[in-house]
T-cell receptor, first 108, second 110 residues
């Protein structure tokens, strides 16, 4: 089945720094989303981005579907950005497959 | 618009018992899917329901089952609980494209 790999697995940054999180997937997908899981376990939808580029405040994402990767950019990090970031894709069987996530720690 | 709600939020059970979790989707969303999250296995797809029919199923044993009602609310049931069933159970609803998740039910099996 489709493989979803996220990198890096862990990232520690100082407040104010910028970061880039990567998601590689091994096959064509119908759907790609980025989520942020907060310390209470809630998964918050950041972007629905099967292709192209989107921006929302300090966050932006780019998916290059032909090369099977997506990038999530976080600029001017804040401590509230800490948590785990997941990339999820929907394969041809309409099953959602999650990557293992990137755990982000923003230090004050 | 109200988000996806899940009840209960926390649950403690003992081995061998059964448990039923509930999920109410966003109004108008007809697809509900369930996921299990554990530290070892990460987020894994359990099943998806659409218009009261199971449309997709992950690789979980038959002890895990679910259903969807005519109002799109969904329940999942786990019978004969095992210690390894301790996890955060998340449900999501969708209207075809983007998924929105509920806050989850944290199940502890003792």
């Amino acid at each position: 089945g489709i493989q979803v790999e996220q990198s890096p697995p862990d990232l520690i940054l100082q407040e104010g720094a910028n970061s880039t999180l990567r998601c590689n997937f091994s096959d064509s997908v119908n759907n790609l989303q980025w989520f942020h899981q907060n310390p209470w376990g809630q998964l918050i939808n950041l972007f629905y981005i099967p292709s192209g580029t989107k921006q929302n405040g300090r966050l932006s994402a780019t998916t290059v579907a032909t090369e099977r990767y997506s990038l999530l950019y976080i600029s001017s990090s804040q401590t509230t950005d800490s948590g785990v970031y997941f990339c999820a894709v929907v394969n041809r069987d309409d099953k959602i497959i999650f990557g293992k996530g990137t755990r982000l720690h923003i230090l004050p | 618009k109200a988000g996806v709600t899940q009840t209960p939020r926390y649950l403690i059970k003992t081995r061998g018992q059964q448990v039923t979790l509930s999920c109410s989707p966003i109004s108008g969303h007809r697809s509900v899917s369930w996921y299990q999250q554990t530290p070892g296995q990460g987020l894994q797809f359990l099943f998806e329901y659409f218009s009261e029919t199971q449309r997709n199923k992950g690789n979980f044993p038959g002890r895990f089952s679910g259903r969807q009602f005519s109002n799109s609310r969904s329940e999942m049931n786990v019978s004969t609980l095992e210690l390894g069933d301790s996890a955060l159970y998340l449900c999501a609803s969708s209207l075809g494209t983007a998924f929105s998740f509920g806050p989850g039910t944290r199940l502890t099996v003792l």
